[in-house]
């Protein structure tokens, strides 16, 4: 588009009334308290329900795809996995934080650990 030309111009009258009309038409819009999350259920990790909907989940997979812990490569990369001597790296930067998840056996479920850049260069 070529600057301050026409097609610049009628383009900004085009959004102007686009973004009009959109805002006319939010009263339409469900709000946040509208809606809902049908797998809500789920979060709760040790309940019933969610306990059996992960079973029956599981067992179709395993029907489909075997037992993977009967497959070489599966006890290979777990020993990786669970390793204590696996190398913590860096999954997120935040504010000048440093963020990593960790998983062991005092963390089975997993944990975010912060650090500063400093702190981690540190050796253990």
Known sequence: W????????GGRRAMLHSSAAAASNNANLPTVGDLTDPREWLEDVEGDAPLAWVRERNAHALQA???P???PLYSRLLRILDSSEKIPYIG?????LYYNFWEDETHVRGIWRRCTLDEYRKPE
Do not use: T, Y
Not at 92 to 96: D, I, K, W, Y
């Open 2 to 9: 070529p600057a301050g030309g026409r097609a610049l111009a």
């Open 65 to 67: 795809i075997g037992e």
């Open 69 to 71: 812990s009967e497959k």
């Open 92 to 96: 997120r930067v935040l504010n000048g």
